[in-house]
């Protein structure tokens, strides 16, 4: 399975404070992709990095993906309250197999 | 841009009954999911839809479930009969194209069986 596995599961953090989360995957991936989810909500897109791609950032996300370990971070920076969510990676793997989530990290900053 | 609409919201069936999920896509996009996401889980892709035909089903429960893709626009999710360990949210998406874009997401149907 190439399923992306969250380390850790949940996170509580100070706001003002970094957040980092990591994922790891079993098998060769075409893309890895970052998603948010707000309590009872559909999932947001945050973030995609290729296979080629080493780091890449979004405000202040950044992301990434050492494809010798198979693992990817992301790290929030300077997190706030609103950031308050689940955090899923979701690996797309070669052939055109579809996108497959982990179990997420949820993360909580305290004001 | 309007995003990926979904109803209904919420639904509580019993057991053995039988309920349908309706997803509207954002326009122009081929590729269409449905997930199902486990409270404390992530989302499992049950079947996936390229215009209107299925690319992927290999996790959906052909004996219960069933959806389909008219004209390759809207889909319906159905189940039926509905069992206990069914209850989740259903979440469909949409993308572009079927792999490397961005999925968007629906609020999700949050499905109870009683």
């Known amino acids: 399975s190439q399923q992306g596995e969250e380390d850790p599961q949940a996170l509580s953090i100070q706001e003002g404070e970094n957040a980092t989360m990591n994922c790891s995957y079993k098998?060769?991936?075409?893309?890895l992709q970052w998603y948010r989810q707000n309590s009872g909500r559909g999932l947001v897109h945050l973030i995609l990095i290729r296979s080629n791609e080493r780091e890449k950032h979004s405000g202040r996300l950044r992301v990434t993906l050492d494809t010798s370990k198979k693992s990817s971070s992301l790290l929030i920076t300077a997190s706030r309250a609103a950031d308050t969510a689940s955090y899923f990676c979701a690996t797309e793997g070669s052939g055109n197999t579809p996108l497959v989530f982990g179990k997420g990290t949820r993360l909580s900053v305290i004001a | 841009e309007a995003g990926v609409a979904q109803s209904p919201r919420y639904k509580i069936i019993e057991k053995r009954q039988s309920v349908a999920f309706w997803c509207n896509p954002i326009?122009?996009?081929?590729?269409l999911y449905w997930y199902q996401q486990i409270l404390g889980q992530g989302p499992k892709l049950l079947i996936q839809f390229q215009n209107n035909g299925v690319v992927d089903d290999s996790q959906l429960p052909k004996d219960r479930f069933s959806a389909e893709r008219l004209k390759g626009v809207d889909s319906t999710l159905k189940i039926q009969p509905a069992k206990l360990e069914d209850s989740a949210v259903y979440l469909c998406a949409s993308s572009l194209r079927w792999n490397g874009n961005t999925i968007y997401f629906g609020e999700g149907s949050w499905l109870t069986v009683v």
């Open positions: 098998t060769s991936i075409n893309n």
């Open positions: 326009s122009g996009h081929a590729t």
